[in-house]
């Protein structure tokens, strides 16, 4: 059993950054994909980033330049850090994992972490 834990959210300025966090807590896939969602209110559930077992990253055009994936595979820790963070940023952001190959549909995720809240005001 797998379960994932982010934490990190909350709320900053225009501007700002944060660094998300995921625990990954329980049985590790020897191939895996981590990826970060987000949602905002009314809106579908996005990809924003991923990182696989042997280090690739993929971004969404959206964030490339300003967030970066990485990964603490001693600690089983997946961080997103994101600068200049803009109102459009703001939502409910998730972490998720599958084993194998990522993908950009969430529906392609079956272990996914509670969520936690980014907000960004101008």
């Known amino acids: 059993q797998v379960q994932l834990v982010e934490s990190g959210g909350g709320s900053v300025q225009s501007g700002g950054s944060l660094k998300l966090s995921c625990t990954v807590f329980?049985?590790?896939?020897?191939?895996?994909?981590m990826a970060w969602f987000r949602q905002a209110p009314g809106a579908e559930r996005v990809l924003v980033a991923s990182?696989?077992?042997?280090?690739?990253?993929n971004y969404v055009d959206s964030v490339k330049g300003r967030f970066t994936i990485s990964q603490d595979t001693a600690k089983n820790i997946v961080y997103l850090k994101m600068t200049s963070l803009s109102p459009e940023d703001t939502a409910m952001y998730y972490c998720a994992e599958r084993a194998g190959t990522c993908y950009l549909a969430p529906s392609w995720y079956v272990i996914w972490g509670q969520g936690t809240q980014v907000t960004v005001s101008s």
């Open positions: 990182i696989d077992s042997d280090g690739n990253m």
């Open positions: 329980g049985y590790r896939y020897s191939s895996y994909c």
